[in-house]
């Protein structure tokens, strides 16, 4: 587990949210703690709900996880929005977590508000997980930036970012995992995240101790 400035998200510059330092989790790639959610989430043959169209990665690492992936579009009407109704019938018992890439790779769009209200209370209710991925947050318009999903809500969430994309370092092979939501099952998850971290270490000290420096230049970088 690494640490944070409070008051300041990770990967989320124009409306940030207090994280406890120690719900953050330092990783070498976004890769990694995709790796390490599955594992978190998932026995063998679960599903998780990925977003159509979407980033291809994400089907070479639920293969090597043993996690099947299920689509749920995305839909273009006056803009890119996630089709929540579909969303809910793609969902089955072995459904274990909803992905959203925030802004969206390739349409470039992110999750209104709106849509990760609702979409919180569907995970909630079904007790599911949000996966967040928000390396590009940064890149948004900083009068339009959208609220991070490390701001937590009703349901367990965890959001990835990194150097890689946020200060254009992906050499430097630092990320990671920010984990929110209701507190008792939070908190059973970083305990049980803290174990599969701790399993690996991948993160070098030298880039650890670089973070700080290297986040405070990511604005002149971007």
Request: one cysteine or more.
């Amino acid at each position: 587990a690494g640490a944070a400035t409070p008051g300041e998200s990770a990967g989320a510059p124009g409306k940030g949210a207090e994280v406890d330092p120690g719900r953050i989790f330092l990783l070498s790639g976004t890769s990694e703690g995709y790796s390490h959610l599955f594992r978190l989430l998932c026995e063998p043959g679960d599903e998780i709900l990925v977003p159509a169209p979407s980033y291809p990665l994400f089907e070479f690492l639920a293969d090597l996880n043993d996690v099947r992936l299920v689509t749920y579009p995305l839909i273009y009407d006056h803009g890119w929005q996630m089709d929540l109704r579909a969303l809910r019938e793609t969902i089955t018992p072995r459904t274990r977590a909803v992905m959203v890439v925030h802004p969206n790779n390739p349409t470039g769009s992110f999750v209104k508000t709106r849509e990760a209200a609702e979409l919180a209370e569907i995970c909630a209710e079904r007790e599911m997980a949000i996966v967040a991925d928000e390396v590009f947050l940064d890149y948004s318009a900083a009068e339009t930036t959208p609220a991070t999903f490390a701001a937590g809500g009703p349901a367990l969430t965890f959001t990835l970012s990194g150097l890689s994309k946020i200060c254009a370092l992906p050499q430097m092979k630092l990320a990671w995992i920010v984990v929110s939501g209701p507190e008792k099952l939070a908190g059973a998850a970083a305990e049980r995240l803290d174990v599969i971290a701790d399993t690996y270490l991948s993160p070098g000290t030298p880039v650890q101790l670089a973070a700080a420096r290297l986040l405070s230049l990511r604005g002149e970088i971007q």
